[in-house]
């Protein structure tokens, strides 16, 4: 785990808001040169601190999506079975986050689909499929309040 003093907090928030803003930019705003502002950058994608750069597509401006949060509950909680249902439900497309949780559900995973239709077959096809599982409670997203993919760099 890499110590982040605040010119790294700094230059990480910069690239979360904006990927794409450019080193220079960087500098000015930090009142640095381009060079220390470069090798940083260049330290946290050595260091995985940078996982990857990507585009964010705003699901309002595509086709019509609708966003589901799946409880779902195993048979038993063995690690094998853990183990199985994580590894099968990171192959499915639709499946575009999932946590392994403690309390009453084994796992929480966030699910986009076209319309209602798509989650049915979704769920009775897919998920219901999967290994061992015992239970898929659904929660239906009617309004995206606040979204984000900033994480925090808290001091």
């Known amino acids: 785990m890499m110590k982040l003093d605040t010119i790294d907090k700094q ?7 904006d990927a794409k803003m450019n080193v220079k930019e960087m500098a000015s705003r930090l009142n640095m040169t381009k060079t220390p502002i470069y090798e940083r950058i ?28 799946c409880s779902v509950s195993l048979e038993s909680q063995k690690l094998a079975e853990l183990k199985a249902f994580s590894q099968a439900v990171s192959s499915i ?26 989650y049915h077959q979704f ?6 499929a999967l290994p061992k599982v015992a239970q898929i409670k659904s929660m239906f997203v009617l309004d995206e309040v606040k979204y984000s993919t900033v994480f925090p760099l808290l001091d």
């Open 11 to 17: 230059i990480l928030e910069f690239l979360q808001a």
């Open 42 to 69: 260049k330290r946290y994608e050595r260091e995985g601190i940078i996982d990857k750069y990507v585009g964010i597509l705003n699901r309002k401006k595509l086709e019509s999506s609708m966003v589901v949060f």
């Open 93 to 118: 497309p639709e499946v575009m986050e999932c946590y392994l949780m403690g309390g009453a559900n084994d796992f929480l995973l966030k699910v986009v689909v076209k319309d209602l239709i798509a």
């Open 123 to 128: 769920s009775s096809g897919k998920l219901a």
